[in-house]
């Protein structure tokens, strides 16, 4: 039995099939809709967030399976002050699949050391959210047709910013990639990131304005940069406009650019953004669907030799 | 070596660096056994200027080569029987320890699920780097026990 922990969990090769399946799904949906008949997803959210859980809960509902969990710890056995490992043995006899989100780092994993079904991480506190990773993977390779040979900009807050360092490393693993890290000084990039990257013989740049590197970019990945990581407001304002991706500064990109965000965004991205083509964060937020729709068909042991019979 | 009388049985944990024999009585549990134990500090050393040593008479079996190597993989270990030294064993980083030292990140479940064991992965051989199997948090340096 597998679990999803990490996106490295899956070698490059079983990335490949799980996205070649999102794809198949995006353009068939109406062929998995019942592949998960009878089948039970349990989302076990011991903090909220509803973008990540009606994600996965959709995707149950798009293969034909149901769903059941908690939104929150309040509501579940937890605030009773039940383990996590107790937890999950109980929801093993409930449910198929289970995906869990909780604020403690590595709780996923305790669950998955005790399940008798598999277990997704959702997302636990700063250490990891892999779906997301994989929703970014999976847009990358759909838009771009292929997950080596462009140039990543990523901007904004990437000292704390857990998507920003899961998504580096995940990307690490292919061909010819260049990263240009634009954010604030207080924000950059960390040490130890950058020694990964020495490492692995990555071309990469750092840089404090977007303006100045736009024009060279295939990707633009946003994220947020929240007030309350800086020192001092008049660092912030005098900071936050560079952050801030408008018109203007989309009229130096590439006609070709994508620009991704993990959503919500606050005001990062102008909306006066959302229409232009290059725009691709709510067609991201769809292959968050795809992704999980074809990663809940792997788990559950229902993908093997779906896209081979599509062939014949 | 310094003569503190000799043991029938046990063994010999020799070029301990020199203050750190007390923690390693604790760690391996010997204050915990009811046997002979001689801890000798600061004893001179051509190779090590100063060192420390541990002399326990005990079963040998007794003893947890793993988390001796986890500690300080140099130490050299004399195994004692019949009042000789029969095997000089070495020490290796063991790929896992299981309750030696505790994860100090404050948002791992082990902070608040108390029945978790604490367990350390050796992930880099060559720093030595050990993480939480659940935060994947570093282990801070391993005399911070």
Redesign the interface.
Same mark, same amino acid.
Do not use: L, R, Y
């Given at each position: 039995m597998r679990h999803l922990m990490s996106p490295l969990d899956f070698s490059t090769g079983e990335l490949d099939r799980l996205f070649d399946l999102a794809n198949d799904i995006e353009k068939n949906m109406d062929k998995y809709a019942h592949v998960c008949d009878g089948k039970k997803l349990a989302t076990c959210f011991y903090e909220p967030s509803t973008r990540t859980r009606l994600s996965f809960e959709a995707a149950m509902l798009n293969l034909g399976g149901n769903v059941l969990g908690f939104s929150e710890a309040s509501s579940s056995s937890a605030a009773k002050g039940e383990?996590?490992?107790d937890t999950i043995r109980v929801i093993s006899c409930y449910a198929d699949i289970c995906a869990m989100r909780?604020?403690?780092? &590595?709780?996923p994993?305790?669950a998955a050391t005790h399940s008798l079904i598999p277990v997704i991480n959702a997302g636990? &506190? &700063?250490?990891q959210h892999p779906t997301q990773t994989l929703t970014d993977l999976l847009t990358i390779r759909s838009l771009n047709g292929s997950l080596s040979d462009f140039t990543i900009g990523l901007c904004g807050d990437l000292k704390f910013g857990r998507t920003v360092h899961s998504l580096i490393r995940a990307l690490l693993r292919y061909e010819n990639i260049k990263f240009v890290f634009i954010s604030p000084e207080e924000l950059r990039i960390p040490d130890y990131i950058i020694t990964e990257l020495k490492e692995k013989n990555a071309e990469f740049e750092e840089v404090t304005k977007l303006e100045d590197v736009i024009g060279t970019l295939d990707i633009l990945y946003m994220t947020r940069v929240q007030r309350e990581r800086f020192f001092n407001e008049e660092d912030y304002i005098r900071l936050k406009d560079f952050y801030i991706l408008n018109k203007a500064k989309l009229a130096l990109a590439k006609e070709t650019m994508m620009v991704l965000h993990p959503l919500p965004r606050v005001n990062e991205i102008s909306v006066e953004v959302d229409n232009d083509k290059r725009a691709a964060y709510f067609k991201q937020a769809q292959y968050g669907v795809y992704v999980r729709m074809a990663l809940i068909m792997t788990l559950l042991g229902l993908a093997d030799g779906v896209l081979e019979n599509n062939d014949r | 070596m310094l003569n503190v009388g000799k043991i029938e049985e046990g063994f010999v944990l020799d070029h301990i660096k020199a203050g750190q024999s007390l923690d390693i009585y604790h760690k391996l549990n010997l204050d915990k056994l009811d046997c002979t134990v001689a801890i000798i500090k600061n004893a001179k050393s051509n190779k090590m200027g100063k060192k420390d040593l541990l002399k326990v008479e005990c079963d040998v079996e007794m003893l947890d080569l793993d988390v001796l190597g986890f500690i300080d993989h140099s130490i050299t270990v004399n195994v004692i029987k019949g009042g000789e030294i029969i095997e000089k064993k070495s020490l290796k980083l063991p790929k896992q320890i299981t309750n030696v030292i505790k994860c100090k990140n404050p948002r791992c479940i082990t902070s608040i699920e108390q029945e978790l064991p604490h367990i350390f992965v050796l992930t880099d051989e060559k720093s030595e780097t050990y993480r939480c199997k659940y935060c994947e948090e570093k282990a801070v340096k391993r005399w911070d026990i």
């Open positions: 383990s996590v490992s909780h604020p403690k780092e &590595g709780a994993m305790v636990d &506190g &700063g250490h | -």
